[in-house]
């Protein structure tokens, strides 16, 4: 079967990523902050702080939605392979996402 997940919000991701090695996951959070860093002198989207725009950029850099097999009632997901939310906003939100499971045959 499948999985779908949709994340219903823009200052989040939902991102597959190794999950052996925590430099692996900080490291592509050194690659984010280089891309999009914070308080740029041309961001005008700053209504909810400093990370308002970057969090926006960094969204629209990943995916909001995953669509995943399922295998004997289990994530079919490699050997290094783990799912994450990840936050793009410095302090903790509270994030909703919507799963759809699709029966295999």
Same mark, same amino acid.
């Given at each position: 079967g499948?999985?779908?997940l949709?994340?219903?919000?823009t200052s989040a991701s939902l991102v597959?990523q190794e999950?052996a090695?925590?430099?692996? !996951?900080?490291?592509l959070e050194?690659?984010?902050e280089r %891309?999009?860093?914070? /308080?740029?002198?041309w961001h005008?989207? @700053?209504i909810?702080?400093p990370?308002?725009?970057?969090?926006?950029? !960094?969204?629209?850099?990943?995916?909001?939605?995953?669509v %995943?097999?399922?295998? /004997?009632?289990?994530?079919?997901?490699g @050997?290094?392979?783990?799912?994450y939310?990840?936050?793009?906003r410095?302090a903790?939100?509270?994030?909703?996402i919507?799963?759809t499971v699709?029966?295999g045959?």
């Amino acid at each position: 079967g499948l999985v779908h997940l949709f994340l219903q919000h823009t200052s989040a991701s939902l991102v597959i990523q190794e999950n052996a090695d925590p430099t692996a !996951k900080a490291d592509l959070e050194t690659f984010l902050e280089r %891309l999009a860093p914070e /308080n740029e002198t041309w961001h005008t989207h @700053t209504i909810e702080g400093p990370d308002d725009t970057t969090s926006h950029l !960094k969204s629209a850099l990943t995916q909001a939605f995953l669509v %995943l097999p399922v295998r /004997n009632g289990r994530l079919a997901l490699g @050997t290094w392979q783990g799912l994450y939310l990840w936050e793009h906003r410095k302090a903790p939100h509270r994030r909703k996402i919507l799963v759809t499971v699709m029966a295999g045959q």
